[in-house]
């Protein structure tokens, strides 16, 4: 059931408010379809008030983070969905509390932006997001990582806006982070605050680098894709295998849907042309699935977000 955003929740707020906002602009894959009302908060006390007031009124609340792992539907989404592109929430403080070796970023805050200004600094723990296009929120939500490490190897401690609106901190000892996944519930990443070693400079952006150069040699980057659409699944002997290549041995490979394709570079890569639709990529990812389940017996769980009117934010 499509849930609609009345402007009591947020109009006595320090926000701004666009209704009917368009999304696709916001996401990587540039297809899907409108916000019934996006905010963006400008302090913590707002966020916090609107969550509270979305949960006590059952309104669903998203949080867009920079789109790069998220398929909206061409009909869009209901309710509210939340970006934290305000100077409060793009904010990163070295030596927070006075620790050299703390960083704290807010949760709208760019991954990209932030490796950059740690191996300018020469600040070693970050590298391994080389690459990886992420907000911080968007980035500890997903534990996003690859071969060189997570962002959770670097994390201290998070603080979660609760769908209650209470500022919950969780220290590095209660965090578990896996496989694309953490136990931190559901809620808003406010901030993160990450452990980070002082290291000679030059060896920190030739790290960066390097990480960079082997993600740009091995992925499509510049195809308007969402990185990977499955998740690695494991075999029944525990071990990881990789999706990419049961997508390829399936013969999925340049397989298309409308306006939606299988990179030829990387078979997990699902890419779609400019104006294609959401339905298009949504049908080609059932059709992978159904082709490495039949020819390889393996259920692939896709990585990617997909957000849909009426379903559960
Ligand atoms: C070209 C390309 C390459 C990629 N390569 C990799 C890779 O190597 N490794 C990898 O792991 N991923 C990769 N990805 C996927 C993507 O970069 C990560 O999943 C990233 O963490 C998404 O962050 P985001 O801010 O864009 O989140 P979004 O896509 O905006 O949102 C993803 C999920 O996070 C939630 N979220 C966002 N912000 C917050 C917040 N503040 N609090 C709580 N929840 C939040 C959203 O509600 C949603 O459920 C790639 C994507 C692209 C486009």
Request: glycine share 10%; proline share 4%.
């Amino acid at each position: 059931m499509t849930v609609k955003s009345p402007s009591s929740l947020y109009s006595d707020l320090d926000v701004r408010v666009e209704l009917d906002a368009p999304l696709a602009p916001l996401t990587w894959f540039a297809i899907g379809g409108r916000a019934d009302a996006l905010v963006h908060p400008n302090t913590i006390e707002a966020l916090q008030t609107l969550s509270k007031r979305c949960h006590r009124d059952g309104v669903p609340l998203r949080v867009l983070g920079s789109g790069a792992n998220l398929l909206v539907d061409d009909d869009g989404v209901d309710g509210v969905v939340v970006l934290l592109d305000s100077p409060a929430f793009k904010a990163v403080e070295f030596n927070a509390s006075g620790h050299l070796e703390r960083m704290r970023a807010w949760g709208g805050a760019s991954m990209e932006k932030l490796v950059m200004e740690c191996s300018r600094r020469g600040l070693k723990g970050l590298e391994q997001m080389a690459g990886i296009p992420a907000s911080i929120g968007g980035a500890i939500r997903m534990n996003a990582g690859g071969k060189f490490g997570a962002v959770g190897d670097a994390v201290d401690a998070v603080a979660l806006v609760t769908p209650e609106g209470e500022l919950s901190i969780f220290s590095r000892e209660s965090l578990r982070f896996d496989y694309r996944h953490t136990n931190i519930p559901r809620g808003i990443v406010a901030w993160t605050s990450f452990k980070v070693t002082p290291d000679d400079a030059v060896e920190c952006r030739a790290r960066v680098r390097e990480i960079f150069t082997y993600k740009k040699s091995t992925q499509p980057l510049s195809a308007s894709s969402a990185g990977c659409m499955f998740r690695n699944p494991t075999l029944a002997d525990g071990t990881r295998e990789s999706a990419g290549r049961l997508i390829d041995l399936a013969g999925m490979k340049g397989a298309r849907v409308g306006g939606a394709f299988v990179s030829t570079a990387h078979g997990n890569f699902l890419a779609v042309d400019p104006g294609a639709r959401s339905d298009d990529l949504r049908a080609l990812v059932d059709m992978v699935r159904d082709a490495v389940a039949t020819r390889q017996g393996v259920e692939l769980v896709t990585e990617v977000v997909f957000w849909r009117r009426g379903e559960d934010a």
